[in-house]
């Protein structure tokens, strides 16, 4: 998968989102509870997971994302990008000013090794915030 090139060169924090609704409109970020924050190691490593998922198949279930990572530069203020992440329909949908319009939309396929390594943090991310 590609990321926009600059930002990830700038993330130094992401913000693991739990998605709960749509977006208001498309470039709004998606709504959620913010689960977990990562720096240092863990922004490198999330972020050669998602550079590693392979293409795959578009699939058709109506673009229902579980997370999103926001990515933030030094200064925390707005996000570089922003990416949710849809295991069933194997898409992942990106909007932030770093973004450029060929990478807004992306398939995966999540039966792959890093597909699922990313699944897993998420999931147990998720599992943290609820304890």
Do not use: N
């Amino acid at each position: 998968m590609q990321l926009p090139v600059e930002a990830v060169a700038l993330t130094a924090l992401i913000e693991v989102v739990r998605i709960s609704a749509l977006p208001a409109k498309g470039d709004d970020p998606w709504p959620g509870r913010v689960i977990a924050h990562w720096a240092g190691g863990e922004v490198a490593d999330t972020l050669a997971l998602i550079e590693e998922l392979s293409g795959g198949e578009q699939h058709r279930c109506g673009f229902s994302p579980g997370w999103s990572v926001r990515a933030y530069g030094d200064a925390l203020d707005t996000a570089l990008f922003e990416a949710a992440f849809c295991f069933t329909c194997q898409e992942v949908r990106m909007h932030g000013p770093a973004v450029p319009p060929p990478l807004a939309k992306q398939f995966f396929d999540p039966a792959a090794p890093p597909a699922l390594a990313l699944l897993t943090r998420f999931r147990a991310v998720s599992a943290q915030a609820e304890t």
